[in-house]
T-cell receptor, first 114, second 114 residues
Framework: NAGVTQTPKFQVLKTGQSMTLQCAQD?????MSWYRQDPGMGLRLIHY???????DQGEVPNGYNVSRSTTEDFPLRLLSAAPSQTSVYFC?????????????FGEGSWLTVV | AQSVTQLDSQVPVFEEAPVELRCNYS??????LFWYVQYPNQGLQLLLK??????LVESINGFEAEFNKSQTSFHLRKPSVLISDTAEYFC????????????FGKGTLLTVNP
């Protein structure tokens, strides 16, 4: 059972480049989310999905796109990277939306935009 | 809208001393509260959660938190810390039925010195 897998773990991008952060879970979880973590800011919700084909914006969605074509995968796309997107990105998933349900976090993806 | 305030960004303590990490929340509806821990260069792990019932919740490694509705607080305490407790601690809140949309505080870095 791999849990939540994020790739790549580390990435350096040049301003204006595009890339996709991958997130996959093998637990058949309906609910998936992307957060970014910045020093002194905690984690902030970027986008989330409540099932295949359904996504919505979180607190800081600008500059990011997501899709959910399968239950397992929830990729996060940076269309034109900016230095302000330098951050650590975490993907999370859960089976149900009830707060008592366990949320599984990936190990994070460290992104630097130069 | 809900928000979470962690009153201390850094808390240095000596080994075996007691510690309290403070968390206040604001919300117009009933909320569910969490404490997460992040060890260096790792993802987030759930430490404990308050859903309902007893206002005092405990973790397996000696931490406890008390939900205080009148003061809108959920402070985390440990009577005697270990060096291995050095980590960043995040308080988080969500409304019912939406554990995929957590609102995090900015984090408190607990440093335990010998």
């Amino acid at each position: 059972n791999a849990g939540v897998t994020q790739t790549p773990k580390f990435q350096v991008l040049k301003t204006g480049q595009s890339m996709t952060l991958q997130c996959a879970q093998d637990m058949n979880h309906e609910y998936m989310s992307w957060y970014r973590q910045d020093p002194g800011m905690g984690l902030r919700l970027i986008h989330y999905s409540v099932g295949a084909g359904i996504t919505d914006q979180g607190e800081v969605p600008n500059g990011y796109n997501v899709s959910r074509s399968t239950t397992e995968d929830f990729p996060l796309r940076l269309l034109s990277a900016a230095p302000s997107q330098t951050s650590v990105y975490f993907c999370a998933s859960s089976l149900e939306s009830y707060p008592g349900n366990t949320i599984y976090f990936g190990e994070g993806s460290w992104l630097t935009v130069v | 809208a809900q928000s979470v305030t962690q009153l201390d960004s850094q808390v240095p303590v000596f080994e075996e001393a007691p510690v309290e990490l403070r968390c206040n929340y604001s919300s117009s509806v009933s909320v569910y509260l969490f404490w997460y821990v992040q060890y260096p260069n790792q993802g987030l792990q759930l430490l404990l959660k308050y859903l309902s019932g007893s206002t005092l919740v405990e973790s397996i490694n000696g931490f406890e938190a008390e939900f205080n509705k009148s003061q809108t607080s959920f402070h985390l305490r440990k009577p005697s810390v270990l060096i291995s407790d050095t980590a960043e601690y995040f308080c988080a809140v969500t409304k019912g039925g939406s554990n995929y949309k957590l609102t995090f505080g900015k984090g408190t870095l607990l440093t335990v010195n010998p």
